[in-house]
């Protein structure tokens, strides 16, 4: 978990508010990450980015929105878009070039009522 | 699109006894190959990664991994578990997803538990 912060570690709110986790490195990483895990389901990606005022859609983006803009923090928004939003959310990065392997954060467990 | 699949949602083995937890991959072009523990209500951490070169990797904690590419598998073993190593374990493949990016591509996991 060194290097990479996710608060708060739980975090519960009524459906319909939106939500903001945070994510913060000080690896002096390029790309940076959002994954939602659920029970089975593996590591689902939901936002990356490789430079600042950059980012891109993964395969479960709808319903979340993020920004980038500074290298060390990439904040991730769960609308009240989202469906099904109660997850373990984890922020990952990585140096932008190479077979690099990413480095995550311990997560932040969201429940939402 | 590279994938990967852990075929085992759950292993148990014995403390002291060797392990195995299974993977395999499909990609198109030279495998990028990694493998992550995580341990409850926790962040993953990297143990080991195969970029090229000698097919036996070895990463943190005395665990390594084979290589095979006729086999398409890159299994991940130890050769004395501990109750410890209980944790959930994820093998990944980069993946390109265009205009220069990369991506990891996670399997399912597989669940160790190793019995004391």
């Known amino acids: 978990d060194g290097g990479i912060t996710q608060s708060p570690k739980y975090l519960f709110r009524k459906e319909g508010q939106n939500v903001t986790l945070s994510c913060e490195q000080n690896l002096n990483h390029d790309a940076m990450y959002w994954y939602r895990q659920d029970p089975g389901q593996g590591l689902r990606l939901i936002y990356y980015?490789?430079?600042?005022?950059?980012?891109q859609k993964g395969d479960i983006a709808e319903g979340y929105s993020v920004s980038r803009e500074k290298k060390e923090s990439f904040p991730l928004t769960v609308t009240s878009a989202q469906k099904n939003p109660t997850a373990f959310y984890l922020c990952?990065?990585?140096?932008?070039?190479?077979?690099?392997?990413?480095?995550f954060g311990p997560g932040t467990r969201l429940t939402v009522t | 699109a590279q994938s990967v699949a852990q075929p085992e949602d759950q292993v148990n083995v014995a403390e002291g006894n060797p392990l195995t937890v299974k993977c395999t991959y499909s990609v198109s072009g030279n495998p990028y190959l990694f493998w992550y523990v995580q341990y409850p209500n926790r962040g993953l951490q990297f143990l080991l990664k195969?970029?090229?070169?000698?097919?036996l990797v070895k990463g943190s904690y005395g665990f390594e991994a084979e290589f095979n590419k006729s086999q398409t598998s890159f299994h991940l073993k130890k050769p004395s578990a501990l109750v410890s190593d209980s944790a959930l374990y994820f093998c990944?493949?980069?993946?390109?997803?265009?205009?220069?990016?990369?991506?990891?591509?996670f399997g399912k996991g597989t669940k160790l538990s190793v019995i004391p």
């Open positions: 990952a990065s990585s140096p932008y070039t190479g077979p690099n392997e990413q480095y």
């Open positions: 980015s490789q430079i600042v005022n950059d980012f």
């Open positions: 990944a493949v980069r993946d390109y997803s265009g205009a220069g990016s990369y991506q990891l591509t």
């Open positions: 195969y970029i090229t070169g000698d097919n």
